[in-house]
Structure formats: C-alpha cells, structure tokens
C-alpha cells in the first residue's frame, strides 16, 4: 500500500511541476525527497528558460542513475540535439557531430575519401538523383549514371530526409567498400563500391567555335570563385567574345562564391536581398568594375540555391540570358554555426532571399528567356567539354552567337 501511495505523490508531484532531485537519492523514489539540496542564484529569465526543459532534465537524471545498464549519455545527447533540428521538418537544418563537421570541411577543400558522386534531394517527392558523376572515381569506374535515383546506402534507405546521413556513409576510409542501390528507369541496381580519396574539379573551361567561350561550374565552394576568374581570364586572352556559364545541376554552396563571380558582371546595385522572419532585411551589393562580355547562363531542374542566386541576379538585372529549362527553386538560405571551439556545428535555415525586383524564387524557380528541354533519350547521356551535340549547350552556343551579332 505504501508504494501505490508513493508512485501516486510521484504523478501529482509531476503534474505540479514542483519536483526537486536531490544528489544524494538511494533510489528512483527518493529523487522526489528534496533533502540536501544545493541552490545557486540566477536570473528569472534564465530559470524560465531552463524550465522549459525540466523534464528532458528529469528523465536524463533517472537514466543516469537508475537504468539498468551505464547509459551512453554523450549519444543521447547527440539524437536529443538531431531530434530537436528534426521536428522542424525542414532538410537543410542539421546537426554536425566532430566526424561529421570533420567531413563537411573536407568536402569544401574538395579532397575526401569516398566514391565520387554529386546529388540533390527533391523536396517535392522526396527522391535523391545523382547529378554528376566525377571523372576517374569510383563511381564512374563501377557504371553509376548521372540521373540515377539514390534509393539506399548500406542499411540506410535514403530519401529527401536522410540523404546527409548517406553523405556520411559513404564518405570513409580510403579502400574499404561501401553498398549502394540505384533506380535507374524501372530497374533497381546494387553497387559495392570501394572508397578513394577524391578530388573535386569545380570549374572546367575551353573554347567554342566563333569566339564563344564555355565555363561549366559544377558548385560554389572551396575556391571556385578564384577558379571561376582565372578560366574567365583564360578565355579572354584567347579571343571569347562571348560566354556561356552552365550552371546545370549545380545545386549550390556558399552564397559568398555566388556573389564574388556575379561582381565580375556588374556594376554596383544589388544582386539580391534576403529577409528572416522577422522582416529584417539584408543586401548583396555589387562594385563598381564590370566585364561586358556578352552572357549566357544554362540552367535545369537540378539548378538551386546558389546557382539560383547568380543567373536570377544576373537575369534580372539585364545582364545574362537564361537558356534550359526550369530551375529547382531553393529560395532560402542557410547559417552554418561552430560549436564546441568548432569541433562540430549545425546548419540552420533563417532566411529568404529575392531577386533585385522582388521576385520570390522559393517553390518557383527561375523561367528561361530559350527554353531548351534535353531529349529524353539524351537525359543520361555523357557529353565530352564543349560538345555541341549536346542540345542545350548547342541552343546556348547559338543564342551567344547572337549576343556576338547584337553587339557588332
């Protein structure tokens, strides 16, 4: 009887709200004793705020005390943290534990141990596509295609959701394998692919016929801006008089990159403003110093963020002209925060960004001024750099000849 009458002081202790744990408890029950209590000073605002999380206090106490086996705190910290970025059910908000932070920097210097593959995750049916495929990796090697559906890593089956928690598996030790399945049409292929140390290219260049000069920049990141400029710098000294930017399935990267390659063709003005949710707004303006080549920018469906940010810029301000196909539209913007003297961090969605005329890009996109659609057939297909059978490149190469024209 007098253990139903402690467990029901248990509940109504909890349902006031008035439980006091005690350090020097023998047992689950005695953590409602209150005896020996050691008390500190703070602020009202700060009791409140760690009231708000009393009870997650609670029940780690009771674990760490009482369950039945010594618990990994430090890993019921870690999913406590991804649950919390979790529930707001957005993609782009992340956590980054040491390994992964690790990762993410290595990716950006463009050197890392895994199987070579770029992909994007679609927010609409939640699917995972390989975009590009990089030249002499593994992934290439094995017959992985650009346009196949990611569809699981090892265990891990992978969606729109989980798709960095496959980054993750995948990158690793150099040699050791990793499994991974594809949808590739209606037809579902496992790979076993050993993992090499790979070394992104993010910028490509080379020379057109007639004077037209081709930049494919595959994503912004690392040093891609300075990659971009000396390729720019490149093409002119031989002769461009023109100059196609294809940015198709580039999903993005640092806005920072955006801006810096978007400076070199235009003047000052804006690029495009962002707001948060409190309305605060923020400006990326450009300097004084053009180049006036005359421009083309190709863009696909797999064209985001970033990418978005540079051709919407450009387009709307006059300064290029847009060929492809619908792009993705990833409208918002993320903040990616250190923590722990930067042994990890978080990545955090907190703004909105538009074009210089107020144009939304988020969930709509941006509409080509030539819209040039891949042949189906066509739509996994490799082409060498500058190939003009390649259709789009060819409707962009053409509609450069024209600016070349306009401008005689």
């Known amino acids: 009887m007098k253990k139903k009458v402690l467990i029901i002081a248990m509940l109504l202790a909890l349902m006031a709200g008035v439980i006091v744990v005690s350090a020097n408890a023998s047992s689950p029950l005695d953590y409602f004793?209150?005896?020996?209590?050691?008390?500190?000073t703070i602020s009202q605002e700060e009791y409140d705020r760690l009231s708000r999380y009393k009870k997650m206090d609670t029940i780690m106490q009771y674990i760490e005390q009482w369950y039945i086996e010594e618990p990994d705190t430090d890993k019921m910290i870690e999913n406590a943290t991804r649950g919390i970025l979790y529930a707001l059910e957005?993609?782009?908000?992340?956590?980054?534990?040491?390994?992964?932070?690790?990762?993410?920097?290595?990716?950006?210097?463009?050197?890392?141990?895994?199987?070579?593959?770029?992909?994007?995750?679609n927010a609409e049916d939640y699917s995972v596509t390989i975009t590009r495929v990089f030249k002499d990796t593994p992934a290439q090697r094995a017959g992985v295609l650009k346009g196949d559906v990611l569809v699981r890593v090892e265990d891990l089956e992978v969606d729109?959701?989980?798709?960095?928690?496959?980054?993750?598996?995948?990158r690793g030790t150099v040699e050791t394998p990793v499994e991974i399945?594809?949808?590739?049409?209606?037809?579902?292929?496992?790979?076993?692919?050993?993992?090499?140390?790979?070394?992104?290219?993010?910028?490509?260049?080379?020379?057109?016929?007639?004077?037209?000069?081709?930049?494919?920049?595959?994503?912004?990141?690392?040093?891609?801006?300075?990659?971009f400029s000396a390729a720019l710098e490149e093409l002119k000294n031989q002769g461009a008089k023109a100059l196609i930017v294809d940015?198709?399935?580039?999903?993005?990267?640092?806005?920072?990159?955006?801006?810096?390659?978007?400076?070199?063709?235009?003047?000052?003005?804006?690029?495009?403003?962002?707001?948060?949710?409190?309305?605060?707004?923020?400006?990326?303006?450009?300097?004084?110093?053009k180049d006036d080549i005359p421009l083309v920018i190709l863009i696909n469906g797999q064209s985001a963020s970033s990418a978005e940010i540079l051709s919407g810029g450009l387009h709307d301000r006059g300064r290029a002209t847009l060929v492809g196909t619908q792009s993705y539209?990833?409208?918002?913007?993320?903040v990616v925060i250190p923590l722990d003297d930067d042994l990890e961090g978080f990545q955090m969605t907190y703004q909105q960004y538009f074009?210089?005329?107020?144009?939304?890009?988020?969930?709509?996109?941006?509409?080509?001024?030539?819209?040039?659609?891949?042949?189906?057939?066509?739509?996994?297909?490799?082409?060498?750099?500058?190939d003009l059978s390649d259709p789009q490149l060819k409707d962009a190469w053409e509609t450069a000849r024209s600016l070349i024209n306009t401008e005689i």
């Open 90 to 121: 957005d993609p782009y908000t992340f956590y980054y534990n040491e390994e992964e932070w690790d990762r993410m920097k290595e990716e950006d210097e463009g050197k890392y141990g895994g199987i070579g593959i770029q992909m994007l995750g």
């Open 181 to 227: 399945e594809v949808k590739r049409g209606e037809e579902y292929i496992t790979f076993h692919i050993p993992r090499a140390m790979i070394h992104v290219n993010r910028v490509e260049h080379t020379m057109l016929e007639d004077n037209v000069g081709l930049i494919i920049l595959y994503e912004f990141a690392g040093e891609s801006e300075q990659e």
């Open 160 to 170: 729109f959701y989980s798709m960095q928690n496959a980054v993750n598996i995948m």
């Open 247 to 289: 940015l198709r399935d580039n999903g993005g990267g640092w806005v920072d990159s955006a801006s810096h390659i978007a400076d070199l063709f235009l003047d000052d003005g804006l690029l495009f403003y962002s707001e948060d949710r409190y309305g605060n707004r923020e400006e990326s303006k450009m300097k004084e110093g």
């Open 355 to 386: 074009l210089p005329s107020g144009v939304k890009v988020h969930k709509v996109g941006l509409t080509p001024d030539i819209i040039s659609e891949m042949p189906e057939e066509l739509a996994n297909a490799y082409f060498e750099l500058g």
């Open 329 to 334: 539209g990833k409208g918002i913007m993320q």
């Open 33 to 40: 004793g209150g005896r020996n209590q050691k008390t500190v």
